[in-house]
């Protein structure tokens, strides 16, 4: 049996911060627990990820969260990555102080300086 994803560790998060089951989750959304057990591993299309969203009152950061580890799961391996390196490195960015971040902001720009651009 495949693994479950990040998602799906979410998904449980919020449905435990609500009381629900995932047989209630299901019925709540109009699938079926196999469904949603389904969709903790191997994802769930952008209409269904809004629905269960709206479902689970998300909202602001929770929101995001949800839509972005949601969408995550169906895309290309390397595209997480990509967003992975990206959160990396935006915290590494809020941790320096106001004052540091144009020398950070350097630093990170950096290695990518020298890849060819068209012009």
Do not use: C, N
Request: aromatic share 6%; proline share 4%; no cysteine.
């Amino acid at each position: 049996m495949a693994r479950q994803t990040a998602f799906g560790d979410l998904l449980d998060r919020h449905l435990l911060e609500r009381g629900l089951s995932v047989r209630d989750f299901a019925r709540l959304v109009g699938v079926t627990a196999s469904s949603v057990s389904t969709a903790k591993r191997k994802g769930i299309s952008p209409s269904r990820l809004r629905a269960w969203a709206l479902a689970l009152q998300l909202s602001g950061m929770a929101w995001e969260e949800f839509w972005e580890l949601g969408l995550l799961t169906t895309s290309p391996r390397e595209m997480a990555e990509v967003l992975s390196r990206l959160h990396q490195t935006i915290a590494a960015f809020e941790e320096v102080p106001r004052s540091e971040h144009s020398r950070k902001a350097a630093a990170i720009r950096e290695p990518y300086e020298s890849i060819p651009t068209e012009t």
